[in-house]
């Protein structure tokens, strides 16, 4: 993998900040409640080092590849190909998802499948946030396609893109995002691009 340019890396966090801003100002909206976020890591590395980058992050007691979390799946198309996985903690993201759910379904019964959909539509809204940004940033066209909720161990979430190691690439941009709103909550994006597109952002980057 071709190493980031200082220049490159200044532009990372300048989109992740952007992404951040824009994410914060439409969940405090939509919420009507004071939600902040702020992105401390913007970094490209190899996803079987993303499990050392969470072991370094999050308090577990265990093999941290058995810890129980939820990921959101996103192929992306148009100029860029490749996927974006945001995973996160659960418990935190259903506390938010309720919020949701009583603004706008006051008189629905909280039910899982409710509670999933919620979640999927908050993160859908945070990582078109980010790929808004990234977007202009580059002045390149990224298409998401509809959002995939799975809830597992984060060893069995990652093998989801390893699978995909063939056909896209090993090389992924980590944004380590923390949101607060009555408390910390840990999400990590996965923006995995193919070697094409890759090569194509840090050209745009440069």
Do not use: W
Request: aromatic share 8%; hydrophobic share 40%; charged share 30%.
């Amino acid at each position: 993998m071709k190493e980031l340019t200082s220049r490159q890396l200044d532009a990372l966090l300048e989109v992740s900040h952007v992404g951040a801003g824009n994410a914060t100002k439409v969940l405090s909206e939509i919420l009507e409640k004071d939600v902040r976020i702020n992105v401390p890591v913007a970094k490209f590395c190899k996803l079987n080092e993303i499990a050392d980058n969470f072991s370094n992050e999050i308090e577990y007691d265990g093999d941290i590849e058995e810890m129980i979390m939820s990921g959101i799946l996103v192929m992306l198309s148009g100029d860029i190909d490749g996927m974006l996985m945001f995973l996160f903690d659960t418990d935190y993201a259903t506390e938010l998802s309720k919020d949701l759910i009583k603004k706008y379904l006051e008189d629905e019964e909280e039910d899982e499948t409710l509670v999933i959909s919620a979640i999927t539509e908050l993160v859908n809204i945070i990582c078109g946030a980010y790929l808004k940004a990234f977007g202009e940033m580059t002045d390149l066209e990224i298409i998401p396609s509809v959002p995939m909720y799975q809830q597992d161990m984060l060893g069995a979430l990652l093998s989801i893109p390893a699978i995909q190691i063939g056909e896209i690439s090993d090389d992924i941009l980590l944004l380590d995002t923390r949101f607060t709103k009555g408390g910390e909550f840990k999400g990590y994006y996965l923006f995995i691009p193919d070697e094409k597109s890759y090569e194509k952002i840090l050209e745009k980057l440069e």
